[in-house]
């Protein structure tokens, strides 16, 4: 299930977004042509990647904050910049461009210390912008819970886009990521459920007071929980393909 758009326009241009997505994509295209070889890359995620045990004795701290912007892989990193570009510009625009930064940087770290708690013996350095991208998430959550987003399902070989409510679609997500840190072993690498369900949580509580100062329930009933604007139309919705009137037959000798 992958979120295309959102039907949330923004008032504002989304300044940090852009700057936050530039820094990830220029940073991947740094460290992957600069340490080529296994074991330099190697090297570079254990200098800068969060090691859970180097934190629970007291150092690496500043990896919080650096394991945020590398990621494993192009798909690691097109996914986390698909999802930022689609949930961040209306937080940024509710929040403000420096407020929006904190939000995400401390959503980051507060991910980051989860997934420490969660397995604070591992030796597996762990990368990836994705828990402060959760706590965007957990923000709109809060903001919007009914906004529309379009997603793309795929079951092996059926794709379909369909245009369904934000709580529908991060529900699941969260839902996902929950069953995903019972079932998984976080000492043994993989994706780090956890770090992803604490952004979440963490961005939705540092939410808390600005949605509060919206009227917290009662912004809701204001907006039925939808964006406070005209909501942009899918160019989902109907295809655009023009029908042609189908020609009529002349009746043969027989009538047909």
């Known amino acids: ?41 190697a090297y570079f995620y254990d200098s800068y990647a969060i090691v859970p045990a180097e934190i629970s004795h007291g150092y ?15 798909m690691h990193l097109g996914g986390n910049m698909l999802f930022l570009w689609i949930f961040g510009d209306n937080l940024e625009d509710e929040m403000g461009h420096l407020r ?13 210390l989860i997934h420490v708690i969660s397995a604070p013996g591992s030796m597996v350095p762990t990368v990836g912008a994705s828990g402060a991208i959760a706590g965007v998430m957990g923000g709109y959550l809060l903001m919007f819970p009914r906004a529309r987003v379009d997603i793309l399902l795929v079951l092996v070989i059926y794709f379909r886009i369909f245009t369904i409510p934000a709580f529908v679609m991060l529900g699941v ?9 019972l079932r998984a072993d976080p000492n043994l690498g ?40 005209p909501e942009r139309p899918s160019s989902y919705a109907a295809s655009r393909i023009p029908k042609l009137p189908r020609a009529r037959r002349k009746p043969g000798p027989w009538g047909k």
């Open 1 to 41: 299930m992958f979120p295309l758009r959102d039907h949330n326009p923004s008032g504002r241009t989304p300044y940090v977004v852009y700057v936050l997505m530039a820094v990830n994509i220029l940073a991947y295209a740094y460290y992957s042509a600069t340490y080529a070889s296994p074991r330099a890359l």
């Open 60 to 74: 690496g701290l500043g990896t919080l904050f650096t394991s945020m912007f590398i990621h494993g892989g192009l």
């Open 100 to 112: 929006f930064l904190l939000f995400y940087l401390v959503s980051g770290v507060g991910a980051g």
């Open 173 to 181: 997500w969260l839902v996902m990521q929950f069953f995903g840190g």
């Open 190 to 229: 993989g994706v780090a459920y956890w770090a992803h369900a604490g952004g979440f949580v963490t961005g939705l509580l540092l939410c808390l007071p600005l949605w509060l100062r919206r009227g917290g329930p009662v912004y809701w009933s204001q907006t039925s929980g939808q964006p406070p604007h």
